[in-house]
C-alpha cells in the first residue's frame, strides 16, 4: 500500500507539473502575440531602422532612386498585405541598398488593394505622404507596424501616427490630400491595372523596364532580392 501510495502521489505531482507546464507555454505565447501584434497608434517601431535604410535617397511621389536613372523596378502591394511586409523586411532593404542607391534603378509603389477595406485609406495615406516626399518612409513603417488585416486598426488616429513618424512635414495637407477623391481614384487605378491589364494575382508583385527590356517585363512575385536585381541588371 505504502508503495502504491507513493506512486499514486508521484504521479499527481508529475501531472501537476505537466499543466503548470502547458499554462507557462500558453501564457509566453499570448504575451508574444499581443508583443508583436502592431497596429498601435501610440508605439511606431523602427522609425530609425526606416530612415537608415532609406537616407537621403530622392523621392517623387512613391518612387524613390534617383530620377534619371535607367531601369524601374515596379511594385504592386497592399499595405495590409503580410506577404508584403515580409518583403518589405528581408528584401527590399537589398535593392534599395544595392542598385537604388548606386543610381542603377528606381523603386515605385503602387497600390494593388486586395486585402480589404482598410487597404484603400492606408494606401491613400501612402500617395498623400508621397505629395511631400516621404512616400517610402511611410510605406516601409506602415508595414513594419502593420496590425491584423481587416481588424479595424487602420484608423486615422494610426494613419496619423505613422505619417508623423515618417516625417510629414504638413499633417494638416496630408489629412486632407489623403481623403480626396482623387488620390482614391490614384489608388483604385494602380489596383485595375494589377489586376486587370497586367493580370496580377496576389501581391507583392513585380514589373521591371529599362533599355534592355521589352517594355514593361511582368516578373511576378520573384523568390529573392537576388532574381530582383538580376532583373534589373538584365533591363538596364
Known amino acids: 500500500m505504502g508503495a502504491k501510495g507513493d506512486r499514486g502521489r508521484l504521479l499527481q505531482l508529475a501531472a501537476g507539473t505537466v499543466f503548470l507546464v502547458v499554462i507557462a507555454v500558453v501564457v509566453v505565447i499570448v504575451v508574444s502575440s499581443d508583443g508583436s501584434s502592431g497596429g498601435d497608434p501610440g508605439k511606431v517601431e523602427e522609425v530609425g531602422a526606416v530612415d537608415s535604410l532609406l537616407g537621403n535617397l530622392p523621392q517623387q511621389g512613391l518612387t524613390i532612386g534617383r530620377?534619371?536613372?535607367?531601369?524601374?523596378?515596379?511594385?504592386?502591394?497592399?499595405?495590409?498585405?503580410?506577404?508584403?511586409?515580409?518583403?518589405?523586411?528581408?528584401?527590399?532593404?537589398?535593392?534599395?541598398?544595392?542598385?537604388?542607391?548606386a543610381g542603377k534603378a528606381k523603386l515605385t509603389f503602387r497600390n494593388y488593394m486586395i486585402i480589404g477595406p482598410e487597404s484603400l485609406p492606408a494606401g491613400a495615406a501612402a500617395l498623400a505622404a508621397g505629395e511631400q516626399g516621404r512616400g517610402w518612409n511611410f510605406i516601409e513603417l506602415f508595414y513594419r507596424n502593420q496590425g491584423e488585416e481587416n481588424s479595424g486598426y487602420v484608423t486615422d488616429s494610426f494613419l496619423e501616427s505613422i505619417a508623423g513618424a515618417a516625417g510629414v512635414k504638413d499633417l494638416v495637407r496630408w489629412n486632407a490630400e489623403r481623403r480626396s477623391p482623387k488620390l482614391e481614384r490614384e489608388a483604385k487605378a494602380t489596383t485595375a491595372e494589377a489586376g486587370g491589364k497586367l493580370g496580377f494575382g496576389g501581391t507583392p508583385s513585380f514589373a521591371v523596364r529599362g533599355p534592355g527590356s521589352d517594355g514593361l517585363e511582368l516578373l511576378g512575385t520573384p523568390e529573392s532580392a537576388g532574381a530582383l536585381e538580376e532583373a534589373i541588371e538584365a533591363a538596364g
Open 67 to 101: 530620377r534619371g536613372a535607367p531601369v524601374e523596378l515596379i511594385e504592386y502591394g497592399d499595405l495590409q498585405c503580410p506577404f508584403c511586409k515580409e518583403f518589405s523586411e528581408a528584401v527590399i532593404p537589398q535593392v534599395i541598398e544595392g542598385p537604388v542607391t
